[in-house]
């Protein structure tokens, strides 16, 4: 039996660092610069110590407990728990969590067991974080962008007009660039990255009908609370205005905004067909959802369970990938019957406006953009 894995503890340091400084596995200096970034919020992290003084009490009482061993009466070395945002089958993260976990738990032959804990139930994705070298999870499926708080290169994920398609995407994130990205934001954050999947381009969802640049003048959408998103619609000249995703469909109701961005995937688990008649295909962001684990923590365990690990996480990206596809051509004929409108925009017009757009807000992410785009199968 392996004897679990404490891990250290979170210091709650009142120091501030640089925010690009890199933070390797220290989680004081991961901390201290999300408080430069403005999102660490205190009584989260309390209630957050609290919950693991209790994790504690009850490691230290019957022996088990996260990257834990032997205690749970399933015969495996590890038992980990993953913290997901989706709580059932269909959801992207959910689906390809689940690709990884059958995957690890066959090449180990059930050495290593992984648990989910869906809907967000051991905290947002900021808390599952900033609390992972402490045990707070094990491991996590996430998109690259999430981790913009922890290094800027992060914001890779959501640049936008750097892809042309599925097989340009692939292109990256199947090959080495795509690795040395997931490397470096994970030496540069202090977490382990594995494995990338395609989350589907990202799109309008509108009240009205817009097709070009222009239209988009003044245009008041919903967007995710990341500088980076934000940032790609005050370049289109829109008024873009930071929600949570659970209020984006009475905002659109009330008219507080007139559409939100996301994938068509999301866009219609979320219903917004029932609000946004109009789906316009800006395909202006490729994402990727990619495993990660804290950084200190994975390079503890046998080599052969990284090995398994990463082959999972590689096999889950591709899995996913393929399925998002066939979803994506489901969903616009289920769309299109509901009454959807599709509308095609020029892509070309909406790539050249954007020219530049690295360059004048992360210019030190310009080269990367260069180095996606110069990977495009027709370039």
Request: include cysteine; charge should be negative; glycine fraction near 10%.
């Amino acid at each position: 039996m392996v004897k679990p894995f404490i891990r250290q503890h979170i210091l709650l340091s009142g120091r501030r660092h640089d925010c690009h400084v890199p933070a390797a596995s220290d989680p004081s200096q991961r901390i201290d610069r999300i408080k430069e970034k403005g999102v660490f919020d205190v009584k989260k992290t309390l209630a957050m110590v609290l919950a693991l003084v209790m994790m504690f009490t009850l490691l230290t009482g019957c022996g088990g407990g996260g990257g834990d061993s032997g205690g749970d009466g399933t015969g495996a070395e590890y038992t980990w728990r993953m913290a997901l945002n989706g709580s059932a089958p269909g959801e992207l993260g959910y689906d390809m969590a689940t690709f990884f976990k059958e995957k690890v738990e066959e090449l180990t032959s059930g050495r290593v067991s992984i648990e989910f804990y869906g809907g967000n139930s051991l905290g947002s994705t900021t808390e599952v974080l900033e609390g992972m070298a402490a045990g707070v999870a094990d491991i996590t499926c996430e998109s690259v962008g999430t981790l913009a708080p922890f290094t800027n290169l992060a914001n890779i994920d959501i640049m936008p007009y750097i892809y042309n398609g599925y097989d340009h995407f692939q292109a990256v994130w199947g090959g080495e660039l795509g690795q040395e990205i997931l490397d470096t934001v994970g030496n540069d954050s202090g977490f382990k990255l594995m494995g990338a999947g395609y989350r589907g381009a990202r799109i309008v969802t509108a009240t009205k009908e817009m097709k070009t640049v222009e239209d988009f003048a003044g245009f008041k959408l919903r967007s995710p609370n990341l500088e980076g998103y934000i940032k790609v619609w005050e370049w289109m000249g829109s008024a873009p205005t930071p929600l949570a995703m659970g209020e984006t469909y009475t905002a659109l109701q009330q008219g507080t905004v007139d559409g939100q961005e996301n994938s068509i995937l999301d866009s219609q688990s979320y219903s917004f067909q029932e609000v946004c008649p109009y789906w316009i295909l800006t395909n202006h962001v490729y994402s990727a959802n990619t495993i990660i684990m804290d950084k200190a923590y994975f390079e503890s365990l046998p080599e052969d369970i990284q090995s398994a690990l990463e082959e999972a996480a590689v096999y889950a990206g591709e899995q996913i990938g393929q399925e998002v596809l066939e979803r994506e051509d489901a969903a616009k004929e289920e769309l299109t019957a509901e009454g959807v409108t599709f509308v095609d925009v020029d892509n070309a017009a909406f790539t050249e406006h954007f020219s530049g757009y690295a360059e004048a807000n992360f210019p030190d992410l310009a080269d990367w953009c260069n180095q996606i785009r110069a990977l495009a199968p027709n370039a």
